[in-house]
């Protein structure tokens, strides 16, 4: 057991990244308002103890509202390009710190050392981005109906911004939030998954030295820990204008009521039940590919995990075989060791998950095709390794409808035109993530219509899991509608203000009204 963290060097990381050793007491980390209960996080990949955060308490949560919006007073008042520097010594830290942050992301959360890595560089390209953005928030002009004056439209930002986020991407999402929010002239807290506290302390260590070093206040970002309680504080609080959270479709229905309800702002980031179609024009070697890495990539823990393959009946056992085949060749381990394909899941709770859904799709009526399991013995002590399964099925089944948050991936044939496999992947209450593989343009382009694909994200000979940060990023339906990272999605972290500026000496008013005096 020891051995994991010796021979990876998590000890160094956590050491590096400023987290105190498990007997060392529990990691406050800087401007972490917390004197609360002890949350102790267990990492899933070799179930031992990795260090502990205290939780956030109401007195706590006043203080660091306290210190976000004095922090705001200063923050909103530099230029928005001197903020975007900030952004960029952020980015800047963060590429020093990319393995040990990395490593920390895989040890926490059980996803392999490369997506961990990976996860870490997307932090570093959204601050790239926002470093650019930070010369561009621009609003229009328009020409007044009024002689002699002028009309434009500017952005301002909103005050303190929450973040809500889930743990399976337990840095990324903060940053993508963050380094936007920041360059708005936002200031924001933070409460990371109570089931990834560690890499939360990792992150705010990483920006408070950012921050100190530039004599600025450390409330630019707060860290706030523990589980829904505390996100209720922000979700009910209306100091802060904007909810930034990514989470399930459950927590999500909760977080929109509760915000809507005070007329606040929400970003909502939520469940997906993503789909690849694989029309008889696919090219099956970059189909399997596509579906293997979407299926159990992250051991089937991304938002964006393809979770459905709608085959046509025409190729549909030649697709069947060859994803089964690769099934086969996939190894699962701890994974830090690069060989491993597969991790763990989070938590034994997400064990029960997706054993519940295997037993569920066979009394549905399904069959299976690759065998599940839970794995036990040497290296799978933490009782979090399942066998990545495929499991034939029909789209209408209840199971199917829900996104299990597990690698399970279900098999649905379609006959006919593409326009029958468009039915079945809009068919589902989620509208997040959608590919289709096809050397055809016009199924592609049938897919890509107003009359196809409804997610937030549709793809054409990629699978469905991963983006770009330079998109926008979200999805529809009970996905949420939120999003964020690239293109214009900054506008939802500022205000939008009309200004109209008279430079004659008349008053005309608008709509040619006449009010003689
Ligand atoms: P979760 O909903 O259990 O928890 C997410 C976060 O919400 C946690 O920080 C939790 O403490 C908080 N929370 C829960 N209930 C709350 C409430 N009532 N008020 C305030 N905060 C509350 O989700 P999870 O298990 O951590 O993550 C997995 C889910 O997240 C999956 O459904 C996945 O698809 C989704 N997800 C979506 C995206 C996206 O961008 N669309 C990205 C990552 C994860």
Known sequence: MEAIATNFGIKEALNQLGIKAVNEGTSTGSNNFSNGDIIDSFSPVDGELIASVKSTTREDYEMAMKTATQAFKTWRLMPAPQRGEIVRQFGEKLRENKEALGKLVSYEMGKSYQEGLGEVQEMIDICDFAV???????????????PGHRMYEQYHPLGVVGIISAFNFPVAVWSWNTALAWICGDVCIWKPSEKTPICGVACQNIIAEVLRENNLPEGISCLINGDYKVGEFMTKDTRVPLISATGSTRMGKIVAKEVAGRLGKSLLELGGNNAIIVTPDADIKMTVIGAVFGAVGTAGQRCTSTRRLIIHESIYDKVKNAVADAYKQLRIGNPLDETNHVGPLIDKDAVKMYENALERVVEEGGKIVVDGGVLSGDGYESGCYVKPAIAEAENHFEIVQHETFAPVLYLIKYSGDVENAIEFQNGVAQGLSSAIMTNNLREAERFLSHAGSDC????????????????????????????????????IYMRRQTNTINYTTELPLAQGIKFDL
């Open 456 to 491: 937030g994200i549709a793809n054409v000979n990629i699978g469905t899991s991963g983006a770009e940060i330079g998109g926008a990023f979200g999805g529809e339906k009970e996905t949420g509608g939120g999003r964020e990272s690239g293109s214009d999605a900054w506008k």
């Open 132 to 146: 650019g953005l930070s010369r561009q928030l621009h609003g229009l002009t328009m020409h007044s109906e009024r």
